[in-house]
């Protein structure tokens, strides 16, 4: 059974469509990427699965439980970590202050939790009482991945994690990635960077115009002609 | 010196004005969270200050009239703080939070109602005439006149003053205490970063905007309180008198920076008495009666040249 899926949704902002059936599914232990040019509705279809838009028809399901139109702070408690892409940290507060309140919905057992997350993010804990502002961006990533993963996190969602960031941080933020996968946390991951996020998937999909357009192992979509000349960019 | 400077410097105006900036601080910690947390300027700050510092009285008097004890007013005023914050739930679930999602001018306007109704209910409860808070002629302390004498200073400095200061002191640490050390505290510093992070991170903002008013709350009915015992008289314009100068210390610190507004509490207290010190010659440098003038000066010319405040709060 699929931890996460999005069941045929149509979804969007207020009397905006953005999404016209849209299916995606994330089993365990898996990485799912969903790439596409922009304007696509991958951020949107992200962000349908934390209750942030209207959903018209179609529904979201968590370990086979329909979560549609679940408010965020429930889905949050329910499992789901979201990585928003931009003002993803609390820039005032110290990356200590950033990961508790990461596990505001699961209090119990912070200490061992941020033992951990120093372990998995080791330039993190040096830095723990730094206020997350002023850290670069590609360690604030680190500070919003950390943060999500201070709950019992079922699936955790990333919105383009790599964005603005030089080429040896997203380098680094896929290794963490695959890190953790490795620790049992399914990923769902909207990415820019198509080749990057594919290398790394284990399945991806491609949306265009608010719709599903190809959906196949990372590999196979990377290796596609197709795909590779309009989404991955240069002759392949 | 001391004689011909220190005397009726530090008397007169050095002490009023960090007795004024205290109660300024505590005003503007209320309005600077507000605004940082719950995105509007709360123009009814000023008059549940006001309500505060009445229902505090009317506590005391009771407790003459019935127990036939002299309650001391910051203990009356613990009783008085429990209304006062059911009173601001009140407002925020009948007022406010219908407009949480609108536009902030909405939020303003309707606070400005908030603003017009509270005082108009006090004004149908207690009459719009002064009142006495506490009677007879505040004297300096004694043992602090006799301490500074003995070094060849003379302080006169009332016991209310000295509550006010102390009191300050100890809101201000409890409060930094409680942003900095508590999960709520921290969640509130959150929720002022960014609601929208805060919303997708679980963290549950109806508890948080909750906890904002209980401490915004209390600081202010201190504030009211303090401001009553100092002029030791209730009006029900006191709060409204306040809001200008409250205002003009949130944005002088910084808006969404409590510490930042307990400094510009006391700059723009010790600013108001300060300007009408004779500084050259024998008149007053302002005449006393354009002090609001002067927090509305420094409000803009910081608006003007650096709209983030002392502290780095935030811009609009």
């Known amino acids: 059974m699929s931890v996460l899926s999005l069941n045929n949704l149509y979804a969007g902002y207020g009397q905006t469509e953005v999404l016209h059936d849209v299916s995606i599914f994330v089993n365990p232990n898996e990485i799912v990427a969903i790439i596409g040019p922009n304007g696509a509705g991958k951020s949107t279809a992200m962000k349908s699965v934390l209750g942030l838009l209207t959903i018209n028809s179609g529904n979201v399901e968590l370990n086979g439980k329909d979560i549609t139109n679940t408010p965020a702070a429930e889905v949050v408690r329910l499992g789901i970590s979201y990585v928003p892409q931009t003002q993803n940290v609390f820039v005032n507060l110290s990356v200590q202050e950033n990961l508790e309140m990461g596990a505001w919905t699961r209090p119990l057992g912070i200490r061992e939790r941020l033992a951990e997350m120093f372990e998995l993010f080791p330039d993190l804990g040096e830095k723990r009482n730094q206020a997350a502002g002023s850290l670069s961006g590609g360690q604030r990533q680190m500070v919003a991945m950390a943060k999500a993963l201070m709950v019992d996190a079922k699936i955790l969602l990333l919105d383009e994690p790599t964005a603005g960031l030089s080429p040896k941080y997203r380098g680094e933020i896929f290794t963490t990635i695959q890190k953790i996968k490795s620790t049992g946390v399914p990923i769902l991951i909207v990415e820019q960077n198509a080749k990057q996020a594919l290398g790394v998937a284990d399945r991806g999909y491609v949306l265009v115009d608010g719709a599903n357009r190809y959906t196949g192992k990372g590999k196979e979509l990377l290796e596609d002609r197709e795909i590779a000349r309009m989404f991955l960019g240069g002759g392949h | ?316």
């Open chain 2, 1 to 316: 010196m001391w004689e011909s400077f220190g005397f009726e410097f530090v008397n007169f105006y050095f002490i009023p004005g960090l007795v004024l900036g205290c109660i300024y601080a505590l005003g503007a910690i209320g309005i600077t969270l507000t605004f940082g947390i719950l995105r509007f300027a709360n123009f009814a700050h000023g008059e549940l200050m006001m309500m505060g510092a009445y229902l505090t009285w009317t506590i005391m008097a009771i407790a003459t009239a019935v127990l036939g004890i002299a309650v001391h007013p910051l203990l009356a005023a613990i009783p008085a703080s429990i209304v006062v914050i059911y009173l601001f739930f009140w407002t925020d679930k009948f007022f406010y939070k219908p407009f949480r999602k609108a536009d902030t001018i909405k939020v303003v306007m309707a606070s400005f109602g908030m603003m017009l109704i509270l005082r108009s209910a006090v004004q149908v409860i207690w009459g719009p005439n002064q009142l006495t808070f506490v009677p007879g002629i505040a004297k300096p302390n004694p043992s602090l006149l006799g301490w500074s004498s003995d070094i060849g200073a003379m302080l006169l400095i009332p016991n209310k003053h000295l509550f006010i200061f102390a009191g300050t002191i100890l809101f201000v640490v409890v409060l930094s205490y409680i942003l900095n050390r508590t999960r709520i505290g921290k969640a509130m510093r959150a929720v002022s970063d960014s609601p929208d992070l805060a919303h997708v991170t679980g963290i549950d903002v109806d508890q948080v905007i909750r906890a904002t008013w209980i401490v915004g709350g209390v600081c202010a009915i201190a504030a009211g309180v303090f401001l009553a015992m100092d002029i030791q008289m209730l009006e029900t314009t006191m709060g409204f008198r306040m809001l200008l100068p409250m205002f003009a210390a949130a944005i002088l610190g910084g808006i969404g920076k409590p510490y930042g507004a307990v400094v510009g509490g006391l700059v723009i207290g010790l600013s108001e008495e300060l300007s009408a010190y004779p500084w050259i010659g024998d008149a007053p440098l302002l005449s006393p009666g354009y002090k609001t003038g002067v927090a509305f000066a420094i409000m803009v010319v910081m608006l003007i040249v650096r709209p983030q405040g002392l502290f780095k709060g935030r811009s609009f």
